[in-house]
């Protein structure tokens, strides 16, 4: 099991390693957020020969994003304005990413199914994607329960759309993960 609660940090580097990232890989940071997390610490992971994708709806985020590349010398991620809610509409190549990750979004996201089929559309054969989201139950911060996806549905849509689940874990008290391969 992965313990992603460490100093207000959601992840640690047993993360990454889980979803075998390695140098020279493509990966996107799908619904970034202003810290890009994912991003930053994939972009460390892949290197130079390896391209992270930060891709969030929201122009101000990926502003945000774009200081933090500049401040941090990261040549290897690139920001990506697209509503991962449209089939087709993220500026990325199908087929393109090794590896992807979704944080803290789908509980958001009204379209999941439309949102993990664009996922889909963009990982290669055999690329990984993991989901990290809020479990369905009570804590002192965080969405409102009834907004929080449901584990089990989140596997049926990914299976859906050609996602083979790999692997479920606790990701700390108040969020699940799980693993998906793209078949």
């Avoid at 992971?45 to 941090?72: R, W």
């Avoid at 087709?88 to 958001?108: C, M, Y």
């Avoid at 990984?128 to 804590?139: C, E, P, R, S, V």
Wanted: with cysteine; aromatic share 8%.
């Amino acid at each position: 099991m992965v313990n992603l609660q460490k100093n207000n940090q959601l992840i640690k580097e047993d993360v990454f390693k889980k979803m075998g990232l390695e140098e020279g890989m493509k990966v996107g940071d799908l619904g970034c957020g202003n810290l890009a997390y994912y991003a930053f610490n994939a972009a460390k992971i892949v290197g130079k020969k390896g391209l992270v994708f930060a891709v969030d709806v929201l122009k101000s985020v990926l502003e945000v994003v774009n200081q933090h590349i500049k401040q941090e010398g990261l040549d290897n991620i690139k920001t990506v304005w697209s509503n991962l809610e449209i089939l087709g509409g993220t500026n990325i190549p199908n087929e393109s990413l090794d590896a992807a990750f979704i944080h803290n979004v789908l509980f958001q996201s009204t379209e999941q199914q439309k949102f993990l089929q664009e996922t889909a559309r963009l990982l290669k054969k055999g690329g990984k994607l993991m989901i990290i989201d809020w479990k369905k139950t009570g804590a002192p911060f965080g969405p409102p329960v009834k907004s929080r996806p449901d584990p089990d549905k989140i596997k049926q849509l990914a299976e859906s759309v050609g996602l083979k689940t790999l692997e479920e874990f606790d990701a700390g008290p108040y969020h699940f993960g799980i693993i998906f391969s793209k078949a």
